[in-house]
């Protein structure tokens, strides 16, 4: 098997036109969005974006140390998730999956490279207790409503949805510290749901929860894609079984993806590598 | 272990002759006689039995006389509050949030609008120090009731005992201690006697300021009006607040809250952010309730042997326990902010509707509790004017 398969070839176009996350863009590259070849070359674009909701182009990411050298986080990364599809995202502990998932959110700016989800996007955290900021549930769910004008009767009813797309109707009520983790997860997961964005970036979501509440929590975000055709998350999990509910995986390794594509080929491609280590360390 | 008072190195030797350096003990330790007194227990496998012996060398200077001023710290009690029992301290009484929500049974006190809640919880501050003593013990003896009327059982014993003891103790150190020294020491005018006036003749209805008298310490009527006012205020405001946070939830009294100052915004008070930062902080007490005990039941089951440990040792376990709790909520800090701007928080709380749930409150709850806060201001009205 091949392990630094090609990518998955994507529309032709110049990376250097796609245009790139506002909050990474250095204010110097700004005007480059306005430049002719962009301006003429937009339409191509627009139709590209139809087809992908979140890319990335050879995109890196690197933190000084405190002597000021450059340790590099993310390498070269390109990828690309078609919108309306649920793609997972996996690799070893610290290859770097988290820090893509932030650059996509916006939370980090990358250091090299291009970057473009569409909006509104949404992220959930892997740690609930970093995601839910509001003392009770139903408060909670309703606080990435709030930049929207709507009234109380529209908000309640959209977090009694998002609520019962994850199974927590009935806790409407209650106080988040009275939460088990994994309900703690489903309220963080109802939160991104009631907002409606057309893209999800979840890292590892459950890491907290039992079976049950994994294929629960699975299947909820499934519904939430099959509902709207305009809706994309992108996954980040260790757990290979989740790989079944995927349309696309991508494999990443030392803050470079390895592997891309088709969730069966993933799923080989890491039990290969399981096979080989175990055959290392029998030898 | 990092001891900076004295270092040992150990090193296997030829046979010696015993020495007056090594101080055999009974348990077949060796004992020096330097600043850290603890022995040093020898393997099973002993270097003595052997045919070898370990040889100790001081880096501190040693009088001769054993048993001196350097062993010190041998004699200090140990075990009495032990580091351990500490952190196991912290640990469980972080273990119970403080006055949360109960969300069921919902009770009468559930159905109460919050804006009345308010006004009772001011009422309740307010009452106590200004009422008479019936009424303060009164209004105790309400909210006694009110909470094992409307609580769950564990949650009513929890509260009123912990309250109970802290007013009790209030109650009783300055009944004793206001007027307890005896007032010749702070006057300023010569006794009665020195003038030729006589004394105050007693009270024919029984009067007495001296209520009770436990050897040395006095308990006067002004030790009780003092100490009533105090343990009946602490009691009203811990309790009533108590009961109100068990029946309301944050949402219900940040709307209330934001009800009332809603006038003081035409003046430029900035309100909605003071409701969202009440809100934050309701959240975030949580948080921080969680961190502390974590990281204590984090060292706790680390099995560390604090008796092995010297004073420095276990100030700086506590010290990087601290810092560590520290470190945790400003990283949860970071990352609920981060939260709230991926969530669509964009720093203008006037802009980023916050959802308060409207009040769940039904006309006859909020009637009734209205009734009863009137028959309470009134009674303690009336009672300055009929109880003498």
Same mark, same amino acid.
């Given at each position: 098997m091949n392990l630094l398969a090609p990518l998955r070839p994507s529309p032709a176009r110049p990376s250097s036109l796609i245009r790139s996350n506002p909050l990474s863009r250095p204010a110097h590259r700004k005007c480059e969005l306005f430049s002719s070849a962009f301006l003429q070359t937009r339409r191509v674009l627009v139709s590209a974006r139809d087809d992908f909701a979140i890319e990335a182009r050879h995109v890196n990411f690197s933190v000084p140390t405190r002597q000021g050298a450059p340790v590099s986080i993310l390498k070269d990364c390109s990828v690309s998730i078609p919108a309306g599809q649920l793609w997972m995202l996996l690799g070893p502990n610290g290859c770097g999956k988290s820090t893509l998932l932030k650059i996509l959110a916006g939370l980090l700016a990358p250091t090299g490279g291009k970057v473009y989800v569409r909006r509104p996007r949404s992220f959930v955290f892997q740690n609930p207790d970093h995601q839910v900021v509001m003392p009770t549930v139903e408060a909670d769910v309703a606080f990435g409503l709030g930049k929207s004008n709507l009234t109380q009767e529209e908000v309640r009813s959209k977090v009694f949805q998002a609520l019962d797309a994850v199974g927590m109707? *009935?806790?409407?009520? @209650?106080?988040?510290?009275? !939460?088990s983790g994994g309900q703690k997860q489903r309220v963080a997961i109802a939160g991104a749901l009631a907002e409606a964005c057309k893209v999800l970036l979840l890292d590892e979501l459950t890491t907290f929860l039992d079976e049950t509440d994994q294929i629960g929590v699975i299947k909820a975000v499934k519904n939430s894609l099959d509902k709207s055709e305009e809706v994309t998350a992108l996954w980040v999990t260790h @757990? !290979?079984?989740?790989?079944?509910?995927? *349309?696309g995986a991508i494999y990443m390794e030392d803050g470079k993806v390895i592997s891309y594509g088709d969730p069966a080929r993933i799923t080989d491609f890491i039990k290969d590598k399981q096979a080989a280590y175990i055959n290392d360390m029998n030898c | 272990m990092n001891c900076t008072n004295c270092a040992f190195r150990t090193a296997p030797f030829a046979p010696l002759p015993q020495t007056p350096l090594l101080n055999r003990s009974p348990a077949g330790s060796l004992r020096p006689s330097? #600043?850290?007194? #603890?022995p040093l227990v020898l393997p099973k496998r002993s270097l003595l039995s052997s045919g070898r012996r370990s040889l100790r060398a001081r880096s501190s200077a040693e009088d001769g006389s054993g048993g001196g001023v350097e062993r010190w710290v041998e004699r200090l009690p140990r075990g009495v509050l032990g580091a351990d029992k500490v952190l196991r301290l912290i640990a469980n009484a972080t273990a119970s949030p403080i006055s949360q929500f109960v969300a069921a049974p919902t009770t009468f006190l559930h159905s109460v609008d919050p804006r009345i809640k308010l006004v009772w919880l001011l009422v309740l501050v307010v009452l106590p120090a200004r009422s008479h003593i019936i009424m303060r013990f009164g209004l105790v003896l309400y909210l006694a009731f009110l909470s094992v009327w409307i609580l769950p059982r564990h949650t009513w014993m929890d509260q009123l005992g912990r309250v109970t003891l802290l007013s009790g103790i209030l109650f009783i150190m300055l009944g004793f201690g206001s007027d307890g020294v005896p007032p010749l020491v702070q006057s300023r005018t010569p006794p009665p006697a020195m003038v030729g006036l006589p004394n105050v003749p007693p009270s024919f209805e029984g009067y007495s300021y001296l209520i009770m008298k436990l050897g040395p310490l006095r308990f006067t009527r002004k030790g009780l009006s003092v100490a009533s006012t105090a343990a009946c205020l602490t009691f009203t405001i811990f309790q009533g607040a108590s009961l109100c946070l068990t029946t309301t939830t944050p949402e219900q009294l940040a709307s209330a809250l934001k009800w009332y100052m809603l006038p003081f915004s035409y003046v430029g008070a900035p309100v909605a952010e003071i409701i969202l930062t009440l809100l934050l902080s309701l959240r975030f007490i949580n948080l921080v309730f969680d961190e502390v005990r974590n990281v204590a039941l984090g060292i706790v089951s680390r099995r560390i042997s604090w008796q092995k440990l010297t004073m420095m040792e276990t100030i700086d376990v506590f010290i990087s326990y601290i810092r560590r709790i520290f470190k945790n909520i400003f990283t949860h800090a970071e990352q609920i902010s981060q939260a709230m701007i991926i969530r669509g928080f964009r720093g203008d709380s006037n802009k980023h509707k916050i959802y308060l749930r409207s009040t769940s409150s039904n006309g006859m709850a909020d009637t009734v509790s209205l009734l009863c806060l009137m028959g309470i201001v009134g009674a303690a009205i009336l009672s300055d004017y009929l109880i003498v």
């Open positions: 109707s *009935d806790y409407m009520q @209650r106080p988040i510290q009275t !939460l @757990r !290979l079984e989740e790989l079944e509910y995927a *349309d | 330097c #600043r850290n007194p #603890r």
